[in-house]
């Protein structure tokens, strides 16, 4: 038995939609029929959303980390109630407002009752339940500790989604300041300059070097603005389509690392996602290696993700974990220390945890200190810019009052 999602007609010609559960679309259609609706798309759930699309997802539904956060809080409240699986699936299904989440929790509950695993019936939207998701909750129905990892994989979603909003917070200001910035300059040079210097041509003198500078940039921009946004937009197409590459997406990711400021705050960040989610793997009794090889999976730098992977191989031949990630060189010293304490002590997932709270402090701190130094950079380049432009304009005024005078 699967879930369908349905479209049909009823007998005064109003649209219906919603989720029925049979073994065939054929099925499906006959409930339909007897309901007194004309079907006009019957389309099973799971597979609708495995099909491959093209081109951009910009516009696809998808699911966010809080909506993930909350289906996975809910499961864990039903759960921890010693209501049965399929029912707190159905339940929480029942509580979804939107049609794509409600569709495929009934797609889930619909394996559960065949006879499947929850983990592997979550197999079936791999883009919304990852590898870390599945593999805890395989961890949690072997153990029967569901509520408990459903509980801990609601923190840390919860976390994570916390985590992007204070990076997109941290970037929405200075970026709006820049974008500011540079539409109030180019204002400046294409419809303000251009009046004023107007004036300089009809008085038949000489014109500073400074002047004629800014002249020339004043009509390039004029001339080309269009072209130049236009050019900026291609270059961030073109960047993206390379970097679906692996080689070129691997030589970008080193590249990050080794940039002054980005290069620490991302590894910064994939080293506590690191650190977090081998935590929560190791405390729901998925066996160290395994936990290893998806921790590393759910990391974006390529560069370090192979770093792990080459780490996960020196514990699988013997190696201690501190050894093993001290060898990568990205993981700063004072985890290193950490995890050693916690290999020693037998808390090892505790120490981890730790040291991923440790390391968002940092993250946090260093965000702090770049916002405070990006805003007195800025205000001193757009005084430079400004003084340039009064200065551009200034001069061939001076320099006709000197004549006039003499």
Known sequence: M???????LDGKGNNKSGVLEADNARQVRQQLR???????EVEQVAERDK?????????????SSSELALLTRQMATLVESALPIEEALLAVAEQCEKARLKNMMMAVRSKVVEGHSLADAMAEFPTIFDNLYRAMVAAGEKSGHLDTVLNRL??????RDQTRSQIIQALIYPSL????AMLVVIALLTQVVPKIVGQFDTMGQDLPMI?????????????YVLFLFAAIVLLIIVIQRLLQHPALRLKYHRLLLRLPLIGKVSRG???????RTLSILTSSAVPLLESMRIAGGVLENLHIKNALADAAERVKEGSSLRAALEKTKMFPPMMMHMIASGERSGELQQMLGRAADNQDREFEALINVSLKVFEPLLIVG???IVMFIVMAILQPILALNQMVNI
Do not use: H
């Open 2 to 8: 699967g879930a369908f999602s349905f479209k049909a």
């Open 34 to 40: 007897e309901q007194g609706l004309i079907p006009l």
């Open 51 to 63: 099909r491959p699309s093209s081109g951009f997802n910009l516009f696809r539904p998808k699911i």
């Open 154 to 159: 609601a923190d840390y979603t919860e976390k």
């Open 177 to 180: 300041m820049l974008t500011i």
């Open 211 to 223: 002047t004629k500078v800014m002249i020339a940039i004043s009509d390039w921009l004029r001339d």
């Open 269 to 275: 960040l994939n080293t506590a996602r690191f650190a």
């Open 382 to 384: 757009m005084a430079g």
